[in-house]
């Protein structure tokens, strides 16, 4: 769907009357426009219809014997909300065509019917529920973005996701702590969809990009002239994030007034819009910072007492530099990712840049590489992302062969290579699938050749 009109002949709409006549002579009009028509008596007849058949707009009228059009517009809306009603009413009945308006009905036909008009209402109440199912379409893609995938298999990653997974049903607040650009926010996200309040918002307030003065009003929302400037009345985001979550990032920047506020609000479970009355906070509230929280409590600059109610379930999303077998998953999945935005075709990376890139320290984490693989993405003239294509801070880093290996000229190759495999080993802190990776081979084949190693004494 695009937005256009839907086109007549993807019409169903469904006529209940009780006069035997009407029904045939209104049929034969939608017929001729091209829209599948479905025909009942009264609405019980009309409920069984819309129990199985699916359809566009019910076009009643209002006055019939067991059950009126009124009645019958509540029981659809409660069948299927979005389907679309129209009534047609005759002389008098005007009136109670406006309370059904109010009840949810698209519009009103008067009778005696004309042509165009009821084919026209008809069609403008499909626009109308096409757009609306549209809209919940374009939602659910949003919320699967939302809900990005988190990519990675390192035990690091896959303990913090079981914590989260863990606290996510619950309502517990959760603290989520990590370096900048750790994942914190995604986090926050995958507790929320994972929680009951999934179809509910989630609300993220960064509390440092809020001026200190605006702070409590944004967050609570105010009252219509409580303060200068406060010309009508405004919502905040708690009331935003009602039955949902409300994801406070940087919650070391909140200052000492506002943090007495939200200390109030985790006590009582209400908040207090400025100038006004209280409210129930049905808020499931996660937070996060890159600031080191305890130390900043230790140090006086942030409340102990309200640290202690944000950190019921504390989380920390490990550092990149950790978790290096996440590091070419990361790049495979932000290389999908990007060469789909920019529409290019699915790039390779050359063994030595996803080499570069395992054994960067990445100080700026998972962030730092998504930018990194959408700039040479960009920049890439070729069908492999090369060196020349990560920027010069990580062609230049020397991280990975700061330990040198030198051998003496005529070195058995099989010493060579077995020298080579444990320091690059030790220089993966172990792990032999980094290893792997670096050295451009199987894990498989590390094991064999250190299998072959332990058969045969040897130096060292
Ligand atoms: N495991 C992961 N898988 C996929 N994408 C990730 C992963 N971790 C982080 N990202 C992506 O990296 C970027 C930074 O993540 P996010 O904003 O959640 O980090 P943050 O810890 O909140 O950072 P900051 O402290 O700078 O606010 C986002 O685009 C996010 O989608
Ligand atoms: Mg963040």
Redesign the pocket.
Known sequence: MNGESPAANSITVLVVDDEPSNLTSIEKIFQRDGMTVLTAHNAREALDILRVHPVDVVLTDVMMPATSGLELLRAVKQLAPDVELVLMTAYGTVEAAVQAMRDGAYDFVEKPLKRMTIVKTVRKAAERRSLTLENRQLRQELSVLVG?????SSAA?RRVLDIALQAAPSSATVLVL??????????ARFIHQHSSRRDKPFVAVNCSAIPESILEAELFGHEKGAFTGAVSKREGRFARADGGTLFL??IGELSPAVQVKLLRVLQEGEYEPVGGEPHKADVRIVT?T?RDLAGEVAAGRFRSDLYYRLNVIALT?PPLRTRRE?IPL?VD?FLTVYCKKNAKPRLSVARETLQKMAGYSWPG???EL?NVVERAVVLCRSDTLRLEDLPETIVENENVTDSTITFGVGTPLDEVERRLIRETLRHAKGDKSVAAQLLGISTRTIYRKLGEEEGKPREE
């Open positions: 990005r995938e988190i990519v990675g990653l990590g370096e900048s650009g750790t994942g914190k926010e995604l986090l990032d940087e996060a890159n999303a996440d990361l999945h984490n998972v962030r998504e």
